[in-house]
């Protein structure tokens, strides 16, 4: 079974920690993605990326970055971590075209205190 | 250019009862559908696709829906509810690339 796995289900930080979320596949998949989701707010895609080392910005990427070293893995990166970034953050992968839709990992819920 | 439309943020429905929830999209190319569902605290799970074909497509856990090109509509059913079936379903539709854009999303609750 394909799997897209997020190494945390909850996180609590402390505002102005780096916050590291990490997002592995098995799929081989090219594409990768960040959301976080948001009472009311849906999901806001944050950064994705079509390529190792290669990424370009979603809709809300302030306040964070991302890393994809290998294809397999892909790191958001809260650089200093804020109360307003406390969310539900899901990460998915997709083959290029995503015409099969996208694989969703189950969630990394992170509160900021 | 694509965008989705879910009508209705709640829905409440009795057990036993029929499930409809409203998905709407916009595509300038033909469409590519799906519906997700999302159990508290869970990432999203696919629950049904449609990419060309049948028109009416069954999923997972008893849901179909049905694409209507002429009403630009993708609505989701399953005859009976069941306490299981409380969640949030995404409607999310993908024109020609790598890119889903997603409904608001409709929270189901199901009363016994």
């Known amino acids: 079974d394909v799997k897209v796995t997020q190494s945390s289900r909850y996180l609590v930080k402390r505002t102005g920690e780096k916050v590291f979320l990490e997002c592995v596949q098995d799929m081989d998949h090219e594409n990768m993605f960040w959301y976080r989701q948001d009472p009311g707010l849906g999901l806001r895609l944050i950064y994705f990326s079509y390529d190792v080392k290669m990424k370009e910005k979603g809709d809300i990427p302030e306040g964070y970055s991302v890393s994809r070293e290998k294809k397999e893995r892909f790191s958001l990166i809260l650089e200093s971590a804020s109360t307003n970034q406390t969310s539900m953050y899901l990460c998915a992968s997709s083959p290029p075209t995503a015409w099969d839709g996208y694989t969703f990992g189950s969630g990394t819920r992170l509160t900021v205190v | 250019a694509q965008s989705v439309t879910q009508l209705g943020s709640h829905v409440s429905v009795s057990e036993g009862a029929l499930v409809l929830l409203r998905c709407n999209y916009s595509?300038?190319?033909?469409?590519?559908l799906f519906w997700y569902v999302q159990y508290p605290n869970q990432g999203l799970q696919l629950l049904l696709k449609?990419?060309?074909?049948?028109?009416l497509v069954k999923g997972i856990n008893g849901f179909e829906a049905e694409f209507k090109k002429s009403e630009t509509s993708f609505h989701l059913t399953k005859p009976s509810a069941h306490m299981s079936d409380a969640a949030e379903y995404f409607c999310a539709v993908n024109g020609n690339d790598y890119k889903l854009s997603f409904g608001a999303g409709t929270t189901v609750t199901v009363r016994a």
């Open positions: 449609y990419t060309t074909g049948a028109t």
């Open positions: 595509s300038s190319v033909p469409p590519y």
